[in-house]
């Protein structure tokens, strides 16, 4: 019987990253925004250090651009070396962000920490109190994109020890992601391994639970897609046994939140029921940025329009700036039930039918239509590219409103 062994599995830690689009908030907020990965990995380390791992996995992207930051590099130096005083070794493997042809300093690294320098997949072995109890198998991304199928290149070793493969990449059939060292469940199912420590997709998740295929997601939200706790697994594995504890770690968190503000009838109203929520996400859930979608009636408070919820917005988030734990309004997205019917509207054929119609139909020219904002390039270095999800909420909200103001005539 193989004896219990304990490891962290972390990834994509992307430390030092720019947080764009985010210059609207208070410096000494935007201060801890931007020190948040660093905060992150810190307790990364204390967590191993706290649980008495054996050793540390990092599965790739442990930074954030192929060009590492000095202040990064820097900053997983202290960790390793922290780490190797407590006897903790660390695996690392190095994904498609941080490959291995970006540019980077030479620094040296305690003895304690292993790296996998090649894509092609090799082993590692890991030691305890003189015994060989681990193989830790892994490659890096040599370059930005890894297109192979990799999971299949995992062959065990002989012995009688634990099998742990670390890998960077995403489902085959994942449209979510960029698709990257792709692999099907098939693959971890017959590859005899006792756990698969993954990388890439920021959402925790286990895939398979037998063997575990574990992503544990990154350690802290970047942007108001990456919602929730975001942190590290304890793993303890015994035989043919294993236990996961997830670690959060994150410094705040992004939240979505829907709220049905149908009952309102004027500004106060609203304006008191988002200060309440406000006082509820900082006694439960901490330091955050929120998005508020909010369900008007138009007909009960029909001024409100976008701009003053704007405003509303503002005069929230004026105070947060003094707060040891703030809440931060990101948006508030107004939706309003309407007098009328869109589908009926679409099927008349006026001058409003024909406009929603062509506005639906026509997806391509839309997105084409704010290409001359989103392609500038000194607008590219302040936002990340838009998603899907983004350009549809200003579509419909354009729609909304060029609707409202027709509908008036």
Excluded at 189 to 209: F, T
Aim: with cysteine; net charge negative; glycine share 4%.
């Amino acid at each position: 019987m193989r004896k219990p062994l304990r490891f962290l599995h972390t990834a994509d830690l992307h430390l030092d990253s720019p947080f764009k689009g985010m210059s609207n908030i208070p410096d000494r907020l935007f201060q801890q925004i931007t020190d948040s990965t660093f905060e992150a990995f810190e307790r990364i380390i204390e967590a191993a250090i706290s649980h008495q791992a054996d050793f540390v996995l990092m599965a790739g992207d442990l930074f954030d651009e192929e060009a590492r930051s000095l202040k990064a590099q820097m900053k997983i130096k202290q960790g390793l070396e922290k780490l190797h005083q407590y006897h903790i070794d660390v695996y690392i493997s190095f994904g498609n962000h941080d490959h291995l042809g970006g540019s980077f300093f030479n620094m040296d690294y305690p003895d304690n920490t292993h790296f996998f320098l090649s894509e092609e997949v090799t082993s590692i072995p890991f030691y305890k109190d003189g015994a060989h109890v681990a193989n830790i198998y892994g490659f890096s991304y040599e370059k930005r994109g890894v297109y192979e199928e990799k999971a299949q290149e995992y062959t065990i070793t002989g012995e009688s020890v634990y099998h742990i493969g670390m890998l960077h990449g995403s489902l085959s059939t994942n449209q979510e992601h960029d698709l990257y060292a792709p692999f099907h469940l098939s693959d971890f199912r017959d590859s005899h391994m006792d756990y698969w420590a993954l990388g890439h997709i920021h959402k925790r998740e286990e895939l398979i639970s037998s063997p575990p295929v574990v992503y544990p997601g990154n350690i802290q939200g970047r942007h108001i897609n990456e919602t929730g706790e975001k942190g590290c697994y304890i793993i303890d594995l015994a035989d043919n046994h294993c236990e996961k504890t997830f670690v959060p770690v994150q410094t705040f968190r992004f939240e979505r939140m829907d709220l049905d503000f149908t009952h309102c009838t004027s500004i106060s109203e609203i304006e008191k029921h988002l200060q309440d929520q406000k006082d509820r996400i900082r006694e439960t859930l901490g330091s955050s940025i929120i998005r508020f979608s909010i369900k008007l009636d138009s007909t009960a408070i029909p001024s409100v329009n976008q701009k003053d919820v704007h405003e509303l917005q503002e005069i929230l988030n004026e105070m947060e700036e003094l707060e040891q734990t703030w809440v931060w309004i990101e948006k508030i997205k107004v939706q309003k039930t309407q007098p009328w019917n869109k589908e009926e509207l679409k099927e008349n054929h006026h001058f409003i039918g024909e406009l929603v119609r062509m506005i639906e139909h026509d997806q391509q020219a839309w997105v084409e239509s704010l290409s001359e904002i989103t392609d500038h390039r000194e607008i590219r270095k302040l936002l990340e590219p838009m998603t899907d999800e983004e350009l549809s909420e200003i579509k419909d909200e354009a729609e909304e409103l060029l609707l409202e103001e027709l509908m008036k005539e």
